[in-house]
Every structure is written in structure tokens, then in C-alpha cells.
């Protein structure tokens, strides 16, 4: 069990529809694509734990959201199943989504260090 984050940041208000506002990366967009080439069942579950993540609380919900330890502050990861996560990072009202196929950590943590 993952203890309980104390220092997220304050769910935005300033956005009436949604609390955050979604930035696709490249290389999400194209992870998402071979999934639905690939695992259509699996491009869905994505554009759930998505929804959740907008709709709901970034840091808690569906996949069993973690918070990163070695990567920039407020980057999280979501079960997509054993071996995949779906990874974004929280700053302000927006969240950018940075990937859906796990292939390690230097992708993630490069695209973190850009934002």
C-alpha cells in the first residue's frame, strides 16, 4: 500500500468542466496507437485511467496511482497491467501525459525535465 502523499498540490478551481487541462506528449500519442493497434482492450483502459486522472483527483483513483521517486516532482505513474504504466506529470491546472508503454525510465525522465 502506498502512504498517503501529504504534499500534493491544491486541485486547481479555476477550471469550471474539468479541475485539469490534458497535454498529449509525442511519444504518449504514439504509445496509445500501438496499443490500439496492437490491444485495443488495452487503448481503452488508457483513455480510462485518463478520465479518472481529469475528472477526478491525479493522485488517487484507478491504477493505482504512485508517485515517482527518482524522476521531478509531482511525475506519477498508473497501472495499465504488470508490466506497462501509464506515467504524466502534474503542474498547476495541467496535466501532461508522457507516455503508456513501459520501456524504462530515461524516456520519462528526459520529457519531465523539459516541462
Known amino acids: 500500500m502506498t502512504p498517503k502523499r501529504e504534499n500534493k498540490p491544491d486541485k486547481p478551481q479555476n477550471n469550471p ?3 485539469y487541462l490534458p497535454v498529449f506528449s ?3 500519442k504514439a ?3 500501438w496499443w490500439y493497434r496492437n ?3 488495452k487503448g481503452d483502459k488508457i483513455l480510462d485511467l485518463v ?3 481529469l475528472d477526478g483527483d491525479p493522485f488517487t483513483g484507478l491504477g493505482k496511482p504512485e508517485p515517482l521517486k527518482y524522476i521531478a516532482a509531482d511525475t506519477w505513474s498508473r ?3 504488470l508490466e506497462h504504466r501509464l506515467v504524466y506529470k502534474v503542474t498547476g ?3 501532461y501525459f ?3 508503454r513501459y520501456s524504462g525510465v530515461q524516456s520519462y525522465e528526459v520529457q519531465c525535465h523539459e516541462l
Open 51 to 53: 478520465a479518472d486522472i
Open 17 to 19: 468542466i474539468h479541475g
Open 26 to 28: 509525442p511519444d504518449f
Open 93 to 95: 491546472n495541467k496535466v
Open 31 to 33: 504509445d496509445l496507437a
Open 79 to 81: 497501472r495499465i497491467d
Open 98 to 100: 508522457l507516455q503508456a
Open 39 to 41: 490491444e485495443p482492450k
